[in-house]
């Protein structure tokens, strides 16, 4: 099994520019794979997964925003600035910060060479939307409860695409 680790935010990361914000919520999710991963074959491989393909149904279905493997290849390759309900906010040649929407919701991704492979990253952040009961900002009562089941899935979608990867 692929070890997933939590760690906090590298500080060059795009998604660290939330950690500070009042009631926000951010995550990060390493792991490293035995070969070398360019960011373009991260995000095609992390957004195609089994978990995301099933995810990205579940989306088109629901939300009514379909996205096929077209897409993912175009969003990896820098020719689209969109997949689905994601939305381009920055990207270099490591990391790339998406938006779910408009909404509050940011999907992060990163690599980093090791002598013998790769870093790949995983993290997320949810921005302040409410106010708890003495007023302070709050990703709010719905959020918060599905916090668990987000800290889980996280960890599903790395080790997906780091098995896929490995596997390659």
């Given amino acids: 099994m692929t070890r997933i680790d939590h760690i906090p935010l590298p500080p060059h990361a795009f998604l660290d520019r939330f950690s500070s914000e009042a009631g926000a919520h951010t995550d990060c999710y390493v792991t490293e794979v035995p070969a070398h991963v360019d960011l373009e074959r991260f995000i095609a491989t992390f957004f195609d997964t089994w978990v995301f393909r099933l995810e990205r149904k579940l989306l088109?279905?629901?939300a009514r925003q379909s996205s096929g493997q077209e897409d993912v290849k175009a969003l990896a390759h820098g020719a689209s600035e969109k997949l689905a309900m994601w939305r381009l906010v920055e990207r270099d040649e490591n990391q790339i910060l998406l938006r779910v929407g408009d909404g509050p919701i940011r999907s992060w991704l990163m690599r980093s060479d090791l002598q013998a492979g790769t870093q790949l990253y995983f993290g997320s952040a949810l921005l302040a939307v409410a106010k708890d009961k003495r007023g302070n900002p709050s990703v709010g009562?719905?959020?918060?409860?599905?916090?668990?089941?987000?800290?889980?899935y996280s960890r599903i979608l790395l080790q997906a695409a780091a098995r896929k990867l490995s596997s390659a």
Avoid: C
């Avoid at 959020?143 to 668990?148: E, V």
């Fill in 60 to 62: 088109a279905i629901f």
């Fill in 141 to 152: 009562f719905f959020a918060n409860a599905l916090m668990g089941f987000h800290r889980l």
